[in-house]
């Protein structure tokens, strides 16, 4: 009778480690275990250097969706960024997406800029005004062979 109940306090123990290990892994992974809902949009940026699937969408410093996709059109030659922004959420088609980075060393996220416009973006629709990150090493790399000549 004794054995039975070591191992069924053992087997209870292993199962809740098993469903903590489960949960941190759900959590620290950021994977979604249902479909998201609300609607998508695309942006094209010339560049999107360190911007990563699951980043940040903000408005005003609130997160309004999240990074889908990111992936180069060939036809443009540019990185097309989809994203999912949460229901209720509704942006004008003049509204700017902006790659920003969250502090001086941070992640990449995407701020969007509200526009004026009467004219609501829909599902599937891109936004027409875009503002690429600001790619330090090209700056610096131009500085410094500017002072050589």
């Not at 949960?23 to 911007?51: D, H, I, M, Q």
């Not at 980043?55 to 005003?60: D, L, P």
């Not at 920003?100 to 995407?110: S, V």
Request: aromatic residues 8%.
């Amino acid at each position: 009778m004794k054995s039975i109940n070591k191992e069924l306090y053992v087997g209870v123990f292993v199962l809740i480690g098993l469903l903590c290990a489960g949960y941190l892994t759900v959590v620290l992974g950021n994977v979604r275990l249902f479909s998201p809902k609300g609607y998508t949009l695309y942006a094209y940026f010339t560049s999107v250097s360190g911007l990563k699937t699951g980043a940040s969408i903000e408005m005003a410093g609130v997160e309004i969706g999240n990074v889908s996709d990111i992936l180069l059109d060939k036809t443009r030659l540019e990185a097309k960024v989809a994203f999912r922004i949460n229901p209720g959420i509704q942006l004008s088609e003049d509204s700017i997406a902006s790659v920003k980075t969250a502090g001086i060393i941070g992640e990449k996220y995407i701020s969007i800029s509200p526009g004026g416009s009467d004219i609501m973006l829909e599902d599937k629709d891109a936004f027409d005004n875009t503002e690429s990150v600001l790619d330090i090493e090209s700056l610096v790399r131009k500085f410094i062979f500017k002072n050589e000549n």
